[in-house]
């Protein structure tokens, strides 16, 4: 663990309050970018919550990443209005233009993760995707290397 | 000329640059000394054009223009200033001819009585729009019975999708002994293609707070949770916002109004899980447990939350709320149908021409919807279906746009009203890939709890799978049907028992285009890309060697200025050489 201070920070907030268990690891993970089993031993350590029962909700939400993940954060909307406009070429280029096979989510320099989404509601721009907290919308595959260089 | 300035800025507009034309105002004003009032609003509804901006005069003058830039809002600006507006790209106007005028006024705005019309992170806004005055008459001059009654009265059901009578799952709570209580807003609205929760708690977070803090009193709640999904940032802090303002003012906290009545709201944001919509598994997800459903009885009202009599709603519900106690029940059947009153909200999408947010009065035509209020088609192509209700609703065909819009002639046709998302398609979209995709996502999404969900889904999955590939037999119809019977009785909630609905739809719907996959081997609306071939019209081709290059895995064969040949073996059939081909040499099919 790189931030143990801002992890006691964030625990101590939430300790002895109930039904915290969620958006505790959704604090810790922004501190650390992800759920590392040392984080969630430390978590259950401090809190007395089971390992266990941690690691069950860590693996039943898709928000919690076991895994470390890129510096930007590329969400893909495959929701409805998406897919109906062709969102699949979009993914493609996207996985295209940072190498990405199928199988891998975050680019070998750790700068990209790549996710799909259920639908990120912007549907009337759709095909949408977002980096980091900014969402892109109208989009084409001829569209996607241009905003992957704002990034770089 | 003094005026006012506002610019939509919920999550869409952002998208499309609202942000950037906000900037532009504030600097055009700034330099060239124009008495303007700037002001924010979130979602003004016709999201296809956003950025949108509004501009209004002492005297009552309005125009919203759309498309606006960072470049063009300035001549709009100036020339409203000299009293000459600028007549191109105007939405809506009360002056002028708005390309909208029409749509617009077809529609009956009571959810969204004050989006895109007020700040959303001013208390003081939505106080001067009649805000919190429900709450002070409920608070005092009427008791409980009263306020379950008027919301029995106003024929109001759950805009989540199943449409229960609202006051009766009030009553419920209200008749449950119990010292503790909880009211919980649903906003985990995880259907794909819907966004008409997360606009509404955008552009009027106060309306929902208001809804909740009449129903605590009424069923005798002192604490409340609002659930929404963390794919919501904006309304989130919105929501954060608002909270702590109806605390300041004291609508929230001890004593409200002056009477024993207390009420404590808190936000949970949910962590990407669609099952969390079902309200036994959202209270788990509350109590910070995996998502999964629990049997019913007992009823969140019996034993909820922690165990407490809990009522659940979903945003829309608790929007209409303060409406109803302001205006009377009476005012509020007036709108709507005898079973299914008031109005409802549809976020429209897909390849209609007035993509984006609108309120219609229950009992409107499917066909009015789509063409009147939507616009009809985006494309030059015809329509084909139009899917409602998400993973949980079905796609309906032209045939069926008579189809009224209340829950029970929805339900009738194998659809169901859900919580408003409608998507609509022309004929570049195949039905057996639009029921994959449903199926898809409700197989990813499916917690795992019951066996035929878990199980059955995935086994339907593989077979849509199978037909898309061409390899489907037509005995695999009658097993997708038999498959989606048995999920439908043996699963727990609804995210299973309502799963199959999109693949038992397009069967009934669109059975030929099943039938075409499987005899013919073709998909007539080119999507399924196994079924795809890609050649080259030789009397076309001229030869440029454009294709060629764009051709991922080399596999168009031809010199310079001779006709090309496209390798069938190894083509992978991703389309390139067709987006690329300028001569239309390229024949998909």
């Given at each position: 663990m790189k931030f143990k201070t801002e992890i006691d920070i964030a625990i101590n907030k939430f300790i002895s309050k109930k039904g915290v268990l969620i958006p505790l690891l959704q604090n810790v993970q922004n501190i650390e970018g992800y759920l590392s089993k040392d984080l969630m031993s430390y978590v259950s350590e401090k809190?007395?919550?089971?390992?266990?029962?941690i690691y069950g909700v860590a693996t039943f939400y898709t928000m919690f990443r076991l895994k470390p993940q890129g510096k930007h954060i590329i969400r893909v909307c495959?929701?409805?209005?998406?897919?109906?406009?062709?969102?699949?070429?979009?993914m493609n280029e996207v996985n295209n233009q940072l190498d990405l096979s199928g199988e891998e989510d975050t680019t070998k320099d750790g700068k990209f993760t790549v996710m799909q989404v259920a639908c990120l509601g912007c549907c009337s721009l759709a095909p949408v995707i977002m980096v980091n907290d900014n969402t892109y919308g109208k989009l084409t595959p001829a569209s996607i290397g241009k905003i992957l260089k704002k990034y770089e | 000329m003094s005026f006012v300035i506002k610019v939509g800025l919920a999550s869409c507009g952002l998208a499309a640059g609202a942000g950037e034309v906000y900037e532009a105002i504030l600097k055009h004003i700034k330099e060239n000394g124009i008495d303007a009032e700037v002001k924010?609003?979130?979602?003004?509804?016709?999201?296809?054009?956003?950025?949108l901006v509004e501009i209004f005069s002492e005297e009552q003058k309005s125009i919203t223009y759309g498309d606006v830039t960072p470049e063009s809002i300035g001549n709009i600006i100036d020339a409203f200033s000299k009293g000459k507006p600028i007549e191109e790209n105007v939405i809506i106007s009360n002056v002028l001819e708005g390309s909208e005028n029409?749509?617009?006024n077809k529609q009956e705005r009571i959810v969204l009585r004050n989006c895109g019309i007020i700040d959303p992170v001013s208390i003081n806004d939505y106080l001067e729009n009649d805000g919190y005055k429900a709450l002070e008459k409920a608070v005092k001059k009427m008791s409980s019975e009263d306020i379950i009654d008027e919301i029995k009265n106003s024929g109001l059901r759950g805009r989540g999708g199943a449409g229960f009578p609202t006051g009766l799952k009030w009553q419920f709570a209200f008749n449950a002994k119990s010292e503790k209580k909880y009211i919980v807003c649903n906003a985990d609205e995880g259907d794909p293609g819907a966004f008409m929760d997360r606009s509404v708690l955008e552009g009027d977070p106060h309306s929902v707070i208001e809804g909740m803090i009449i129903g605590a009193y009424a069923i005798g709640a002192d604490e409340g949770y609002i659930y929404c999904r963390a794919e919501y940032p904006l309304a989130i802090k919105h929501l954060n916002i608002a909270i702590e303002q109806a605390a300041e003012k004291g609508y929230l906290g001890n004593n409200i109004f002056g009477s024993d009545f207390n009420f404590e709201l808190h936000i949970k944001e949910g962590a990407g899980a669609f099952v969390c919509g079902e309200e036994t598994a959202l209270m788990a997800s509350i109590e910070g447990k995996r998502g999964m459903p629990t049997i019913r009885p007992p009823f969140p009202a019996q034993s909820g939350l922690w165990g407490k009599p809990t009522n659940i709603n979903n945003v829309e519900t608790f929007a209409n709320i303060a409406w109803i106690i302001l205006n009377g029940a009476k005012e509020y059947a007036k709108h709507g149908t005898e079973k299914s009153k008031g109005t409802k909200v549809f976020a429209l999408a897909g390849k209609i021409k007035n993509s984006g947010l609108i309120e219609v009065p229950m009992g409107m035509p499917l066909k009015e919807v789509i063409y009147d209020v939507g616009g009809g088609m985006k494309t030059e192509r015809p329509f084909k279906g139009v899917q409602l209700g998400g993973p949980s609703g079905g796609c309906l065909p032209a045939e069926l746009l008579d189809t009224i819009v209340d829950y029970d002639s929805i339900n009738k046709?194998?659809?169901?009203?859900?919580?408003?998302?409608?998507?609509?398609?022309?004929t570049s979209s195949c039905m057996v890939d639009i029921a994959k995709f449903f199926l898809n996502f409700t197989q990813n999404e499916s917690c795992g709890k019951c066996t035929f969900c878990r199980v059955g889904t995935k086994r339907m999955l593989e077979i849509l799978t199978r037909i898309s590939e061409g390899k489907g037999k037509m005995e695999d119809l009658d097993t997708l049907e038999e498959l989606s019977h048995n999920i439908i009785k043996s699963s727990l909630c609804g995210l299973g028992q309502t799963a199959p609905n999109p693949v038992l739809t397009t069967l009934k719907y669109f059975r030929d285009e099943y039938i075409t996959h499987i005899k013919d081997k073709t998909c007539p609306a080119g999507v399924c890309t196994a079924l795809l071939k890609y050649e080259v019209i030789e009397e076309n081709c001229i030869g440029c060697t454009v294709c060629a290059m764009k051709c991922p895995v080399n596999c168009i064969a031809g010199e310079r200025k001779q006709v090309h040949k496209i390798d069938q073996d190894a083509c992978i059939k991703c389309g390139a050489c067709y987006d690329a081909c300028k001569f239309n040499a390229i024949k998909k099919g």
């Open positions: 809190t007395g919550i089971k390992l266990a029962h495959k929701g409805t209005a998406c897919h109906v406009s062709d969102a699949n070429s979009i | 924010k609003t979130a979602c003004i509804g016709m999201c296809f054009v956003e950025p029409k749509t617009y046709t194998g659809a169901i009203m859900g919580s408003g998302g409608m998507v609509v398609m022309d």
